[in-house]
């Protein structure tokens, strides 16, 4: 009996020591095992998936317009990212309208997973955002009243008045090249038509605008023509915005470009949108 006794509390002992070793075992492969972690999918991850793009965009003729009626949209941008979808087998859905000011938020956070305007390539947002290659390009040019142009070395003046989007390149391009000149400031989400309306009016001395823009304010409004500099104060790349540091997202948009733009087809595009010679400045050829 008493052997029994004896044989049972070593049997418990020893159950007892593996059951430690057991739950000891279970605590290190814990420790050693990592935790899974949910990581976000990348735009392209997240592309590739759904076979749909979604685009930001801002109503910005001719980039992107929409038509008040159909909802239909139309312009350079839309166009392009038509192509864009094409070549890579994608939808483009035109998610969310949204400004100059917001656009790189919602980028950022991924409620879209391009910004499909023709974006101005700048070193400001190029902290924040990434670039596809440049499709063509855009001037920057003064638009002044035709009876009193004033040269450049005028424009880094007090009394002289440029009329300035809040927060736009241009504003800040103003703030490098002419710090001392005054300046006539208007909401970011105004229309370029009402910086040009300060012009005519008298409120400011000019305004930076492309070429199409001075040649679309021309033809609607005849008996308040004004006249654009010479030549660009800058010379712009148009591109697509997209995620920072996404090389794969970047790569197969680039390769679309670039397909895009050796065809010949992006040509037609802007023939198609440039009512005005010479608003575009087209990309030269990189081979002969």
């Known amino acids: 009996m008493q052997k029994n006794q004896t ?15 057991l739950a000891a075992q279970g605590l290190i492969n814990t420790f050693k095992k990592p ?4 990581t976000p999918l990348s735009a392209y991850e997240r592309v590739m998936q759904s076979k749909t793009l979604r685009c930001g965009y801002i109503l910005f003729p001719p980039a992107v317009m929409k038509d008040p009626n159909t909802g239909a949209f139309s312009g350079v941008a839309v166009d392009v990212m038509t192509k864009v979808g094409e070549r890579l087998g994608l939808n483009i859905d035109w998610t969310e309208e949204v400004t100059f000011a917001t656009n790189v938020q919602g980028l950022q ?3 879209y997973d391009a910004v499909c305007i023709t974006y101005w390539m700048n070193p400001n947002e190029g902290k924040f955002v990434g670039f596809s290659t440049p499709f063509y390009y855009s001037g920057m040019i003064g638009a002044q009243k035709c009876d009193k142009p004033r040269d450049e070395k005028d424009w880094n ?8 989007l809040d927060g736009s390149v241009a504003s800040r391009v103003t703030a490098a090249r002419f710090p001392k000149a005054g300046v006539v400031t208007l909401p970011n989400s105004a229309d370029l038509t009402q910086l040009l309306m300060n012009v005519t009016t008298g409120k400011a001395d000019m305004a930076f605008v492309e070429p199409f823009h001075i040649a679309e304010w021309n033809a609607n409004n005849p008996k308040d ?6 030549k660009p104060l800058v010379v712009f790349p148009n ?6 540091g996404d090389l794969a997202f970047k790569t197969m948009i680039d390769a679309a470009l670039t397909d895009i733009i050796n065809s010949g087809e992006m040509d037609q595009i802007l023939d198609k949108y440039e009512k005005y010679p010479g608003s575009f400045y087209r990309l030269a050829k990189p081979f002969r």
């Open 7 to 21: 044989f049972n509390r070593v049997m418990l002992v020893a159950l007892s020591i593996w059951l430690i070793l």
């Open 35 to 38: 935790a899974k972690i949910n």
């Open 109 to 111: 956070t991924g409620r």
């Open 157 to 164: 003046d007090p009394n002289f008045k440029i009329a300035l």
């Open 225 to 230: 023509k004004l006249c654009g500099s010479e």
């Open 239 to 244: 591109v697509i915005a997209i995620p920072q």
